[in-house]
């Protein structure tokens, strides 16, 4: 199994998705039963939505925020993947718009969706702030009085830190992707991102074809305690 999930790369990238938040009790979004059936894409995740009615886009991503604050926790797999920063160069790549990750103990998080616990001005400078609580009002204003909106990033709207994501992909000895299918653009683009040389695997529960590197089918946190006693056997979880 150790040969088959290679050793302990010098540089890693950690890829996240909505699988990995899922274990901590966070809605996903295209799961059964997840937001994007219960809510239209078009009417709380678009520039045009809030333009329309933004107490309404405020008010879906306060009961986001409330959930992550009063309810998620990180699992054991968020705290693995913290813990191998003692062991080597651990960078996080994430989906995801929670502070999981960072709560666990991550230090080097990249977020490409934006933040649920930052707002951002929607003035001509759009400065990012962080938000303490769960509930943001109609009337909280920017220090230069304007209204503030999710610092998230919505449908239609550019991707800001991919290049950042891309730089770390091609500097990275292995790619560990964790909770995500890898069909949605840009993230399936990733792949094609990384050195010839590279160890990926991917830690997923469906079935996913994958064209290159190892699938453990198995949740976040089963499928990160095996690459654990692959990569540092004997040390303790």
């Not at 998620?72 to 502070?99: F, K, Y």
């Not at 529960?205 to 190892?214: F, K, N, T």
């Amino acid at each position: 199994m150790a040969n088959r999930l290679g050793t302990l790369p010098r540089k890693l990238v950690v890829f996240t998705g909505a699988g990995m938040s899922a274990e901590s009790g966070v809605d996903t979004f295209r799961t059964p039963g997840g937001i994007w059936q219960r809510y239209a894409v078009e009417d709380v995740a678009t520039p045009e939505a809030w333009a329309r009615d933004p107490d309404r886009v405020t008010d879906f991503y306060n009961m986001r925020r409330r959930q992550l604050v009063e309810e998620a926790m990180p699992h054991a797999g968020h705290r693995l993947i913290a813990q191998l920063e003692e062991h080597t160069e651990v960078r996080v790549v994430t989906q995801n718009v929670d502070d999981l990750h960072e709560r666990a103990g991550s230090s080097h998080v990249l977020h490409l969706h934006g933040e649920l616990r930052r707002v951002r001005s929607t003035g001509p400078d759009a400065t990012s702030y962080p938000w303490e609580g769960w509930e943001v009002r109609p009337t909280d204003r920017c220090p230069a009085g304007y209204r503030l909106r999710p610092d998230v990033v919505w449908f239609g709207e550019e991707v800001p830190n991919w290049p950042v994501a891309l730089h770390a992909l091609q500097d990275a000895d292995a790619l560990l992707v964790v909770g995500t299918s890898l069909r949605v653009y840009p993230a399936a683009g990733l792949l094609e991102a990384m050195p010839a040389s590279a160890h990926i695997t991917l830690v997923d529960p469906d079935e996913i074809p994958l064209q290159r590197g190892v699938h453990l089918q198995a949740t976040a946190s089963e499928g990160l305690a095996e690459l654990w006693k692959a990569w540092l056997p004997g040390m303790p979880l």
